[in-house]
Protein backbone atom coordinates (compact mmCIF):
# COMPACT_ATOMS: atom_id res chain seq x y z
CA UNK A 1 0.00 0.00 0.00
CA UNK A 2 1.45 3.19 -0.43
CA UNK A 3 1.46 5.52 2.58
CA UNK A 4 3.65 8.36 4.28
CA UNK A 5 4.68 8.59 7.25
CA UNK A 6 6.02 11.34 9.00
CA UNK A 7 7.08 10.59 12.80
CA UNK A 8 7.48 13.72 14.67
CA UNK A 9 3.72 15.46 15.23
CA UNK A 10 5.27 18.45 16.82
CA UNK A 11 9.48 20.05 16.65
CA UNK A 12 10.17 23.23 18.60
CA UNK A 13 13.01 24.75 17.93
CA UNK A 14 14.56 28.24 18.55
CA UNK A 15 14.71 31.07 16.46
CA UNK A 16 18.21 30.34 14.15
CA UNK A 17 18.64 26.72 14.86
CA UNK A 18 18.93 24.57 12.22
CA UNK A 19 15.64 21.96 11.27
CA UNK A 20 15.20 18.43 9.76
CA UNK A 21 11.73 17.23 9.11
CA UNK A 22 11.38 13.58 8.41
CA UNK A 23 9.48 11.84 5.85
CA UNK A 24 9.59 8.36 5.24
CA UNK A 25 7.28 6.68 2.00
CA UNK A 26 5.78 3.00 1.38
CA UNK A 27 5.57 2.94 -2.40
CA UNK A 28 6.20 0.08 -5.05
CA UNK A 29 9.00 2.44 -7.05
CA UNK A 30 10.11 5.83 -7.14
CA UNK A 31 7.11 8.06 -6.43
CA UNK A 32 7.00 11.48 -7.20
CA UNK A 33 7.99 13.52 -3.80
CA UNK A 34 6.99 16.86 -2.44
CA UNK A 35 6.85 19.17 0.50
CA UNK A 36 3.99 21.69 1.57
CA UNK A 37 3.60 24.51 3.97
CA UNK A 38 0.16 25.34 5.44
CA UNK A 39 0.08 28.32 7.67
CA UNK A 40 -2.98 29.11 9.84
CA UNK A 41 -6.33 29.64 7.82
CA UNK A 42 -4.29 29.30 4.71
CA UNK A 43 -4.27 26.85 1.91
CA UNK A 44 -1.02 24.52 1.34
CA UNK A 45 2.10 25.90 -0.39
CA UNK A 46 4.63 24.00 -2.43
CA UNK A 47 8.33 23.99 -0.93
CA UNK A 48 9.78 21.84 -3.41
CA UNK A 49 9.76 18.96 -5.07
CA UNK A 50 11.55 15.87 -6.12
CA UNK A 51 10.82 13.66 -9.81
CA UNK A 52 14.13 12.46 -10.86
CA UNK A 53 17.84 13.24 -11.32
CA UNK A 54 19.65 15.24 -8.44
CA UNK A 55 18.46 13.86 -4.77
CA UNK A 56 18.85 16.82 -3.18
CA UNK A 57 16.53 19.16 -4.34
CA UNK A 58 16.30 23.11 -3.42
CA UNK A 59 13.01 24.71 -2.75
CA UNK A 60 11.62 28.22 -1.69
CA UNK A 61 12.37 30.13 1.36
CA UNK A 62 15.86 28.20 1.92
CA UNK A 63 14.59 25.21 2.66
CA UNK A 64 16.16 21.97 0.76
CA UNK A 65 15.59 18.22 1.10
CA UNK A 66 17.19 15.26 0.26
CA UNK A 67 15.78 11.91 -1.24
CA UNK A 68 17.54 8.12 -0.43
CA UNK A 69 16.22 5.66 -1.95
CA UNK A 70 17.56 3.08 0.14
CA UNK A 71 15.82 4.53 3.02
CA UNK A 72 12.70 5.53 1.37
CA UNK A 73 13.15 8.64 3.06
CA UNK A 74 12.72 12.44 2.03
CA UNK A 75 13.52 14.85 4.45
CA UNK A 76 13.50 18.61 4.80
CA UNK A 77 16.04 20.51 5.88
CA UNK A 78 16.58 24.44 6.81
CA UNK A 79 19.88 25.49 8.17
CA UNK A 80 18.87 28.39 9.85
CA UNK A 81 15.00 28.35 10.96
CA UNK A 82 12.89 31.96 11.49
CA UNK A 83 10.21 32.94 13.46
CA UNK A 84 8.09 33.01 10.63
CA UNK A 85 8.92 29.77 9.39
CA UNK A 86 6.06 28.01 12.27
CA UNK A 87 3.69 26.36 10.68
CA UNK A 88 2.65 22.47 9.97
CA UNK A 89 4.46 20.82 7.34
CA UNK A 90 3.13 17.87 5.53
CA UNK A 91 5.25 15.64 2.56
CA UNK A 92 3.56 13.99 0.13
CA UNK A 93 4.14 11.63 -2.26
CA UNK A 94 2.51 11.42 -6.35
CA UNK A 95 1.40 8.95 -8.24
CA UNK A 96 -2.15 9.51 -9.89
CA UNK A 97 -2.98 11.73 -6.95
CA UNK A 98 -1.43 13.15 -4.12
CA UNK A 99 -1.19 11.35 -0.51
CA UNK A 100 -0.20 13.31 2.23
CA UNK A 101 1.48 12.13 5.64
CA UNK A 102 -0.11 13.29 8.77
CA UNK A 103 2.74 16.71 9.32
CA UNK A 104 4.64 18.34 11.32
CA UNK A 105 3.43 21.00 13.32
CA UNK A 106 6.94 23.58 13.83
CA UNK A 107 7.05 25.81 16.78
CA UNK A 108 9.79 27.93 16.82
CA UNK A 109 11.06 30.07 19.57
CA UNK A 110 12.74 33.30 19.88
CA UNK B 1 -2.09 36.15 -11.85
CA UNK B 2 -4.90 35.40 -9.15
CA UNK B 3 -4.50 32.26 -7.31
CA UNK B 4 -7.31 29.54 -6.51
CA UNK B 5 -10.22 30.75 -5.17
CA UNK B 6 -12.92 28.92 -3.34
CA UNK B 7 -16.67 30.04 -2.00
CA UNK B 8 -17.73 30.26 0.29
CA UNK B 9 -14.97 30.34 2.87
CA UNK B 10 -17.16 29.35 5.83
CA UNK B 11 -20.20 27.00 5.85
CA UNK B 12 -22.69 25.74 8.65
CA UNK B 13 -25.03 23.47 7.76
CA UNK B 14 -26.86 20.77 9.81
CA UNK B 15 -27.08 17.04 9.34
CA UNK B 16 -28.97 15.51 6.12
CA UNK B 17 -28.65 18.73 4.03
CA UNK B 18 -26.49 19.31 1.06
CA UNK B 19 -24.04 21.63 0.20
CA UNK B 20 -22.15 22.67 -2.82
CA UNK B 21 -18.71 24.21 -2.64
CA UNK B 22 -17.18 26.09 -5.51
CA UNK B 23 -13.60 26.46 -6.76
CA UNK B 24 -11.97 28.83 -9.38
CA UNK B 25 -8.39 27.37 -10.74
CA UNK B 26 -5.93 29.47 -11.64
CA UNK B 27 -6.52 30.76 -15.57
CA UNK B 28 -4.99 28.13 -17.67
CA UNK B 29 -5.24 25.54 -15.38
CA UNK B 30 -7.39 22.31 -16.60
CA UNK B 31 -6.71 19.79 -13.39
CA UNK B 32 -9.05 20.51 -9.99
CA UNK B 33 -8.85 18.46 -7.32
CA UNK B 34 -10.21 18.40 -4.48
CA UNK B 35 -9.14 17.31 -0.84
CA UNK B 36 -10.75 16.89 2.54
CA UNK B 37 -8.38 18.13 5.93
CA UNK B 38 -9.21 16.63 9.13
CA UNK B 39 -7.98 16.62 12.40
CA UNK B 40 -8.08 12.85 12.81
CA UNK B 41 -7.62 11.59 9.08
CA UNK B 42 -5.37 14.57 7.96
CA UNK B 43 -5.37 15.18 4.28
CA UNK B 44 -6.89 12.92 1.84
CA UNK B 45 -7.84 13.46 -1.82
CA UNK B 46 -11.28 13.35 -2.80
CA UNK B 47 -11.13 13.45 -6.82
CA UNK B 48 -9.45 15.07 -9.95
CA UNK B 49 -11.36 16.25 -13.18
CA UNK B 50 -9.88 17.29 -16.00
CA UNK B 51 -10.79 18.90 -19.32
CA UNK B 52 -14.82 18.37 -17.71
CA UNK B 53 -13.91 14.50 -16.57
CA UNK B 54 -13.30 12.70 -13.51
CA UNK B 55 -9.56 11.34 -13.93
CA UNK B 56 -9.25 9.82 -10.36
CA UNK B 57 -11.03 9.57 -7.37
CA UNK B 58 -10.57 8.69 -3.30
CA UNK B 59 -12.01 6.18 -1.26
CA UNK B 60 -15.06 8.40 -0.42
CA UNK B 61 -18.47 7.79 -0.22
CA UNK B 62 -21.28 8.71 -3.35
CA UNK B 63 -22.37 11.19 -1.31
CA UNK B 64 -19.15 12.86 -2.46
CA UNK B 65 -19.53 14.19 -6.04
CA UNK B 66 -18.01 17.39 -8.16
CA UNK B 67 -18.04 18.19 -11.69
CA UNK B 68 -16.22 20.64 -13.42
CA UNK B 69 -17.47 23.20 -16.24
CA UNK B 70 -15.68 23.99 -19.59
CA UNK B 71 -14.24 27.26 -17.91
CA UNK B 72 -12.36 25.03 -15.32
CA UNK B 73 -14.06 25.75 -12.64
CA UNK B 74 -15.54 22.79 -10.39
CA UNK B 75 -18.03 22.07 -7.57
CA UNK B 76 -18.01 19.55 -5.51
CA UNK B 77 -21.38 18.70 -3.66
CA UNK B 78 -21.85 16.43 -0.38
CA UNK B 79 -24.98 14.79 0.01
CA UNK B 80 -26.80 13.94 3.15
CA UNK B 81 -24.21 15.42 5.64
CA UNK B 82 -23.22 13.84 8.28
CA UNK B 83 -21.17 15.45 11.48
CA UNK B 84 -18.03 13.67 10.25
CA UNK B 85 -18.13 15.46 7.24
CA UNK B 86 -16.86 18.73 8.91
CA UNK B 87 -13.84 19.69 7.68
CA UNK B 88 -11.61 22.00 5.65
CA UNK B 89 -12.39 21.41 1.84
CA UNK B 90 -9.20 22.32 0.05
CA UNK B 91 -9.18 22.62 -4.21
CA UNK B 92 -5.89 22.52 -5.75
CA UNK B 93 -5.37 23.32 -9.54
CA UNK B 94 -2.18 21.94 -12.00
CA UNK B 95 -1.89 22.53 -15.10
CA UNK B 96 -2.26 19.70 -16.98
CA UNK B 97 -1.66 16.44 -14.63
CA UNK B 98 -1.70 15.49 -11.03
CA UNK B 99 1.94 15.71 -10.57
CA UNK B 100 2.06 19.35 -11.88
CA UNK B 101 2.84 21.88 -9.38
CA UNK B 102 -0.54 21.94 -7.27
CA UNK B 103 -1.81 25.25 -6.38
CA UNK B 104 -3.94 25.35 -3.47
CA UNK B 105 -7.15 27.50 -2.64
CA UNK B 106 -8.04 28.72 1.10
CA UNK B 107 -10.28 26.45 1.71
CA UNK B 108 -13.74 26.30 2.52
CA UNK B 109 -14.40 25.31 6.50
CA UNK B 110 -17.73 23.42 6.64
CA UNK B 111 -19.18 22.70 10.04
CA UNK B 112 -22.16 20.23 10.39
CA UNK B 113 -24.36 20.53 13.21
Known amino acids: AQSVTQPDIHITVSEGASLELRCNYSYGATPYLFWYVQSPGQGLQLLLKYFSGDTLVQGIKGFEAEFKRSQSSFNLRKPSVHWSDAAEYFCAIGTDKLIFGTGTRLQVFP | KAGVTQTPRYLIKTRGQQVTLSCSPISGHRSVSWYQQTPGQGLQFLFE???????NKGNFPGRFSGRQFSNSRSEMNVSTLELGDSALYLCASSAETLTDTQYFGPGTRLTVL
Open chain 2, 49 to 55: YFSETQR
